[in-house]
């Protein structure tokens, strides 16, 4: 595809339930970041993969929070158990190692209930 | 800790005026800093510097690095009302590839 798409784009959830948010990354791009932006905040990094791997995994929560990559294309973020605070735009980022430069997608913005 | 910060927080001008924006960080293992434009949700890209004192230009905006003083600047001349949108500047640590971003300035633009 053309950018970095996300899915899906509004997900509204009760408190406790578990949620999966999707990212397919910009074709041949081998890097994919997660960030998220909670309301009035900046953008916080979550996670960063290289192919299938997850070099850093720094910036995860808590581990309610996990992430993975398969094919090293589409990667999909898990919150189990979801917590008000936990409520944020979750953005997907694309990138390949011969430029820093990474490209964003257009965000899930979860609420929880 | 990783640290940047964006002045101004938020700036209200009219159409046709010019704004500089800036952007100071100190972070370990600096490698490039780039500078991205949010309008609703996803941040779009506008400039990548790596290196000091040499300025990138797309139309109406530039931006120059300056790596000794660790900050850099974002102008936009003749601004228009499209111009309305959060500008986020954010570093790249060598080796870790994640963006640390700043709070970003929330420009307004007034017709």
């Not at chain 1, 916080?44 to 808590?62: C, H, M, R, T, V």
């Amino acid at each position: 595809g053309a950018g970095v798409s996300q899915s899906p784009s509004n997900k509204v959830t009760e408190k406790g339930k578990d949620v999966e948010l999707r990212c397919d990354p910009i074709s041949g791009h081998t890097a994919l970041y997660w960030y998220r932006q909670s309301l009035g905040q900046g953008l916080e990094f979550l996670i960063y993969f290289q192919g299938n791997s997850a070099p850093d995994k720094s910036g995860l929560p808590s581990d309610r929070f996990s992430a993975e990559r398969t094919g090293g294309s589409v990667s999909t973020l898990t919150i189990q158990r979801t917590q008000q605070e936990d409520s944020a735009v979750y953005l997907c980022a694309s990138g390949n190692r011969a430029t820093d430069t990474q490209y964003f997608g257009p965000g899930t913005r979860l609420t929880v209930l | 800790e990783d640290k940047v910060v964006q002045s101004p927080l938020s700036l209200v001008v009219h159409e046709g005026d010019t704004v500089t924006l800036n952007c100071s960080y100190e972070v370990t293992n600096f490698r490039s800093l780039l500078w991205y434009k949010q309008e609703k949700k996803a941040p779009t890209f506008l400039f990548m510097l790596t290196s000091s004192g040499i300025e990138k230009k797309s139309g109406r905006l530039s931006s120059i690095l300056d790596k000794k003083e660790l900050f850099s600047i974002l102008n936009i001349t003749a601004t228009q009302t499209g111009d309305s949108a959060v500008y986020l500047c954010a570093p790249i640590i060598q080796g870790a590839q994640k963006l640390v971003f700043g709070q970003g300035t929330r420009l307004t633009i007034n017709p």
